[in-house]
């Protein structure tokens, strides 16, 4: 093992890059070239839609009656002139550009990345300033959570994220998509 290793170094050493010593210098660089490496495909990804949850307390019927409340509230201030907003019928990560607002199911249990009962809206680009506003200004008690859909997943809901109210854990652990473009289901197909 101890030979390997130092094979290694001599190789490092002799490209001229480093040297011996300079042990610091070289463990930054392999570091931040694989960092690099891993993180890149979303350093600039585009961003195609957006989704609004709200969270809340499953076990409180006071809480969960609220919520059901203000979901309905939602659904008929940003119905559209056809008068019913539709449920999405895409996978809950694509990031679907050219989508209307629509609404998933609730999730009266913890499910997904989330520790809580939680439903949430897609929104596309030109529509989040007025329904954010809106759910930000009409919550409550609860507690919201926004973030962007571009096909990498994890930094949509862990960097790119928004919360408004308390900030619940998100389990990363379940994202399948992290490239730009992803869609969640089928990860080699590719939003345009």
């Known amino acids: 093992m101890l030979t390997v290793f130092l094979a290694a170094v001599l190789v490092v050493c002799s490209s001229g890059h480093y040297h011996i010593h300079d042990w610091k210098a070289?463990?930054?660089?392999?570091?931040?070239?694989?960092?690099?490496?891993?993180?890149?495909?979303?350093?600039d990804a585009k961003i195609y839609s957006y989704h609004?949850?709200?969270?809340?307390?499953?076990?409180?019927k006071n809480r969960t009656d609220s919520a059901i409340a203000l979901r309905n509230d939602f659904i008929e201030n940003f119905k559209?002139?056809?008068?019913?907003?539709?449920?999405?019928?895409?996978?809950?990560g694509a990031p679907a550009p050219g989508l209307d607002i629509c609404m998933f199911g609730v999730d009266s249990q913890p499910a997904g990345p989330f520790t809580t009962a939680q439903y949430s809206f897609f929104i596309p680009?030109?529509?989040?300033?007025?329904?954010?506003?809106?759910?930000?200004?009409?919550?409550?008690?609860?507690?919201?959570?926004?973030?962007?859909?571009?096909?990498?997943?994890?930094?949509?809901?862990?960097k790119w994220n928004t919360f408004s109210g308390a900030k619940w854990p998100i389990d990363d652990t379940v994202f399948t998509c992290n490239h730009p473009g992803c869609k969640p289901g089928n990860p080699r197909v590719i939003e345009s």
């Open 26 to 43: 070289m463990q930054k660089h392999f570091t931040d070239e694989v960092e690099d490496r891993k993180n890149k495909p979303c350093d």
């Open 52 to 60: 609004i949850h709200v969270l809340f307390w499953q076990k409180n």
């Open 80 to 92: 559209p002139e056809s008068g019913k907003m539709k449920n999405c019928t895409i996978t809950a």
């Open 125 to 158: 680009p030109d529509r989040l300033q007025e329904t954010s506003m809106w759910m930000l200004q009409n919550k409550g008690v609860h507690d919201v959570f926004i973030h962007p859909n571009s096909g990498c997943e994890t930094n949509d809901h862990t």
